[in-house]
């Protein structure tokens, strides 16, 4: 009762105060909001703690001088360094362990170990050899590794004549040919027919044979294996025009999203998908689309007809079988289908089957604390990662067939800030009029002078959209510390990975054509030194290969002083709307040999 008097004894006091004071918080959160919708699109989709440092960016850059840099001209790299891969080097495995092929995954270097050189190209590279000839055939001076050659002789992976390897489409499990493997493969799942399947991922892909004869009946594939010191098995997939990128099963998330993939196939990559707890089999089910197909072949499928060649005995692969029936079953996987020596599993439809476990389920249904869709440098965990419910049309039988879903706004999009349908057709109608600018500024674009594009900072994948119809593939690379959209990108049937442009790439050297990238420096050059970002673009970029750079005229200078040193040719332009704020650097980088290679041969005519 004393507060309550004390309260009404001060009227004139506190009740215009509060209200006046209430009315000013309103207005500032109302402006707050304002400011937020009326932000550059593109810096909306980064984290509020990745805001640049510099205030000058896309808005405001007329405002502020540009950034200017003191020419450099960088060093070659030695000529050991020909197929440097920074974040999985062979020559760091001794200092990571043993359990569960740890050492093969991501292990990056420290900053101070940095290479800020030039990566050189095998002695005598030559120009790839274009699409689609190239998935039959490349250069053996490129790619200049026997091994596979030596070891799968009998299994046609390839065979080197001349100058040249050839692939022939065989395989470990292919003796009639890779086609006629897809052709039972079809046979089994119906929907790879009718645009019902259309993103793929090969774990242990070998030289992506299989993922280069879906490309000839519509169906994307991410082929999927980790780097060695002989097979070099992405860097072939690379060099022929097909999709690839490093990597392996262990103990960390695949760079994906959850319900990605409309189909994951296995074809004796050898993994022991009944060990540990099945962990493994559990990412694969996490990165699976509902209703999408597990599919395997190779030990223990048909082991009746094929244990004499697999080095054990038909009581030990039918106990294989049966634990990996059991873990499948226990996994809400049905048998699909089954001939020879094609198994095909179909993860369910809905979460019905998943609604039925109970606590003492193994492997248990995954709580809350993870996001389904986290993936980098995410440890893999034994659980069952349900699909969110709140996602009526996930399931394959619910997704619109190919080519249908590239232009339908993904249900995903509801996730992405301001995402919604109207956004989504607007971003589309965008990047049709941005890459008919670009070529009209870059003639090759289009052309078979361009095959492997990397669009290193996508959104909704709206560049690649727009490239659809063109002979190309494109990586769609988003950050890993901003609004994740991959599952939007996936959900159009267009292919990509999540990744910190802080590091290295999970590829080969000389492995794109084209690189594309949008404001990156603007969203991350706090984070990120731009010195170290273009090295890694020389990198992984073909000899003679492009790069669309564009950008604030903040960096846009500062970048062409860099890429200079690179030995790269660049050219600025103005935006397809001659947007003051926001240039193009369109770059080509140059064909060069190392001079210790040219010293060698100096050497050795004497």
């Given at each position: 009762m004393k507060g309550k008097d004390s309260k009404g004894a001060y009227p004139n006091k506190n009740s215009k105060v509060v209200p006046i004071t209430l009315m000013f918080m309103v207005l500032c959160g109302f402006s707050f909001y304002l400011g937020g919708i009326y932000c550059s699109e593109k810096n909306r989709f980064f984290k509020k703690d990745t805001a640049p440092l510099i205030h000058g960016h896309k808005d405001t850059a007329t405002a502020v001088a540009p950034l200017q840099i003191k020419a450099v001209n960088f060093p070659e790299c030695g000529l050991e360094f020909q197929d440097y891969t920074p974040c999985t080097d062979p020559k760091r495995w001794r200092k990571y362990g043993n359990y569960r092929l740890t050492f093969m995954e991501r292990h990056c270097p420290p900053v101070t170990e940095r290479k800020q050189c030039l990566v050189p190209p095998p002695n005598g590279y030559k120009p790839p050899i274009r699409w689609p000839k190239s998935k039959d055939e490349c250069w053996y001076r490129?790619?200049?590794y026997d091994w596979i050659n030596n070891e799968k002789s009998n299994q046609h992976w390839l065979k080197k004549e001349g100058e040249k390897f050839i692939f022939p489409g065989g395989g470990t499990m292919f003796p009639n040919g890779v086609g006629a493997y897809v052709d039972l493969m079809q046979d089994l799942i119906p929907g790879m027919k009718d645009g019902t399947v259309r993103t793929?991922?090969?774990?242990?892909?070998?030289?992506?044979?299989?993922?280069?004869?879906?490309l000839n009946r519509g169906i994307l594939t991410v082929s999927l294996a980790p780097r060695d010191n002989h097979e070099a098995q992405v860097q072939f997939a690379l060099e022929r025009g097909i999709p690839a990128i490093l990597g392996i099963i262990s103990t960390q998330r695949l760079p994906f999203p959850s319900n990605s993939f409309d189909i994951a196939h296995c074809s004796r990559c050898l993994i022991p998908w009944s060990e540990f707890g099945g962990i493994y089999l559990m990412e694969i089910h996490r990165i699976l689309r509902p209703g999408g197909f597990?599919?395997?072949s190779g030990p223990p499928i048909n082991?009746?007809?094929?244990w004499r060649g697999w080095n054990t005995t038909a009581a030990e692969q039918k106990s294989d079988l049966d634990k990996l029936k059991r873990l499948l079953t226990s996994m809400c996987f049905k048998l699909y289908n089954k001939k020879d020596d094609i198994a095909v599993w179909q993860k369910s439809l809905d979460n019905t089957c998943y609604e039925k476990l109970t606590p003492s389920s193994y492997p248990p249904k995954c709580d809350d604390s993870l996001d389904p869709d986290s993936a980098w440098y995410t440890p893999m965990r034994s659980c069952i990662t349900v699909p969110n419910?709140?996602?009526?049309?996930?399931?394959?039988k619910s997704t619109p067939k190919w080519p249908e879903r590239l232009n339908v706004a993904p249900e995903r999009i509801s996730v992405v800030p301001g995402g919604n349908a109207g956004v989504f057709k607007h971003d589309n109608s965008k990047w049709k009029n941005r890459v008919k600018h670009y070529k009209s500024l870059l003639p090759a674009l289009g052309s078979d002078k361009i095959r492997n594009v990397m669009d290193m900072n996508t959104l909704y994948g709206g560049f690649a959209a727009a490239l659809v119809k063109d002979p190309v593939w494109v990586m769609n690379v988003v950050s890993s510390y901003g609004i994740n959209t991959l599952g939007a990108v996936y959900d159009r049937g267009l292919i990509g990975s999540n990744h910190d442009w802080c590091e290295a790439f999970s590829t080969y050297?000389?492995?794109?054509?084209l690189l594309h990238l949008d404001g990156l420096f603007t969203a991350e050059s706090h984070r990120c030194e731009m010195k170290n970002v273009l090295l890694e673009m020389d990198r992984i970029l073909r000899p003679a290969g492009y790069a669309i750079i564009r950008e604030s005229t903040y960096f846009i200078d500062s970048i062409a002083t860099l890429a200079k040193g690179m030995r790269w040719g660049c050219q600025k332009h103005d935006t397809e709307y001659n947007v003051g704020k926001e240039k193009l650097l369109i770059c080509q980088k140059k064909l060069w040999y190392s001079k210790q290679s040219s010293n060698d041969e100096i050497k050795s005519s004497f």
């Open positions: 490129n790619v200049p793929a991922i090969d774990t242990g892909c070998g030289v992506a044979s299989w993922g280069g004869d879906l597990w599919v395997l082991y009746e007809n094929r419910p709140r996602f009526k049309k996930l399931a394959l050297p000389r492995t794109y054509d």
